[in-house]
């Protein structure tokens, strides 16, 4: 069975900082790995994925994550936060032809 | 292109009544899902569906809750009777088995409460 650990549960920075949000996931089979984004109010929003090939995937607003099979994880980082960052991320875990089994989820927040 | 519909976006109800929700999926795609998000348990797998037919209904809470698609482009998740512990965001997302990378993309959810 898979699962995904999301190590903080909030993660309070100032902006312009760095920031990473971490994640763990247990599988026993070659899986496909998300971070997902939810602003207040809506829907879940794909950020980015890794499939397979390059182990750093970046997203178009400057998030990237990069798979490590040896460590099981999946982080998030971004260079330096806005305070449009401040968010729920969630990283989730899948199978080709399965359903996406989530974390529970990371608040980021971004204070200036 | 539109997204995943869901309705209502809000609903109140009394505990012991019949509440259904609707969903619409991207046009094209096969898989529909049925998530439930609380404070408590996080985003849980309800059900989904794989060409109208229910693959793995074990998110399933009990037998109060049950998900229908009767179609490719209509989905409904009913729960009877309602409880206060059903109060919750129910999202529904949808997915192509052809080669979209897997992605899953998700309704803007109903924001459920059973008062």
């Known amino acids: 069975a898979q699962s995904v650990t999301q190590l903080d549960s909030q993660v309070p920075v100032f902006e312009e900082a760095p920031v990473e949000l971490r994640c763990n996931y247990s599988?026993?089979?070659?899986?496909?790995l998300f971070w997902y984004v939810q602003y207040p109010n809506q829907g879940l929003q794909l950020l980015l994925k890794?499939?397979?090939?390059?182990?750093l995937v970046e997203s178009i607003n400057g998030f990237e994550a990069e798979f490590n099979k040896s460590q099981t994880s999946f982080h998030l980082r971004k260079p330096s936060v806005h305070i449009s960052d401040t968010a729920e991320y969630f990283c989730?875990?899948?199978?080709?032809?399965?359903?996406?089994?989530f974390g529970k989820g990371t608040t980021l927040s971004v204070s200036s | 292109d539109a997204g995943v519909i869901q309705s209502p976006r809000h609903e109140v109800t009394e505990m012991g009544q019949e509440v259904t929700l609707r969903c619409k999926p991207i046009?094209?795609?096969?898989?529909l899902f049925w998530y439930r998000q609380t404070m408590m348990r996080g985003l849980e797998l309800l059900i989904y569906?794989?060409?109208?037919?229910?693959?793995?209904d074990s998110g399933m809470p009990e037998d109060r809750f049950s998900a229908k698609m009767p179609n490719a482009s209509f989905s409904t998740l009913k729960i009877q009777p309602s409880e206060p512990r059903d109060s919750a965001v129910y999202f529904c997302?949808?997915?192509?088995?052809?080669?979209?990378?897997?992605?899953?993309?998700f309704g803007e959810g109903s924001w459920l409460t059973v008062v």
């Open positions: 890794y499939l397979s090939g390059s182990t």
């Open positions: 569906f794989n060409n109208n037919v229910p693959i793995d």
């Open positions: 989730a875990v899948s199978q080709a032809g399965t359903a996406l089994i």
């Open positions: 997302a949808s997915r192509s088995s052809g080669y979209s990378g897997n992605t899953i993309y």
């Open positions: 599988s026993s089979v070659s899986v496909y």
């Open positions: 046009s094209g795609h096969d898989y």
